[in-house]
C-alpha cells in the first residue's frame, strides 16, 4: 500500500510540476523544507499559449531546450479557458 501511494504521489508531482521529496528521517525534514522554501522563492509563471481559442480543451506545456542553462519544472499541461 505504502509503494502505491509513493507512485501516486510521483504521478501527482510529475502533472503538477511539483516536486517530491523522500526524507529518510525526521532530521532529514528540516532541509527539505529550507530547500523547499528556496524553490518558492524562485518561481516565475510564463505562458504564451500558440492556439488562442477559447475552447475548453486541454494544452500541453512546453518549456526550454536541452541546451538552457536553467532546468524549468512545469506541469504537463491545462485546461483553456471557455468562452
Known amino acids: 500500500m505504502l509503494d502505491l501511494s509513493e507512485q501516486n504521489l510521483e ?3 510529475e ?3 511539483g516536486r ?4 529518510n ?3 532529514d525534514l528540516h532541509p527539505l523544507m ?3 522554501l528556496k524553490n ?3 518561481s516565475w509563471a510564463l505562458l504564451h499559449p500558440a ?3 477559447r475552447d475548453g480543451s486541454f494544452r500541453r506545456v512546453r518549456g526550454g531546450d536541452d541546451q538552457a542553462l536553467v532546468q524549468a519544472t512545469t506541469r504537463v499541461g491545462y485546461f483553456a479557458p471557455q468562452s
Open 34 to 36: 529550507l530547500k523547499s
Open 15 to 17: 502533472a503538477t510540476g
Open 11 to 13: 504521478q501527482l508531482t
Open 51 to 53: 492556439h488562442k481559442a
Open 40 to 42: 518558492c522563492d524562485t
Open 25 to 27: 528521517s525526521f532530521s
Open 20 to 23: 517530491l521529496y523522500k526524507p
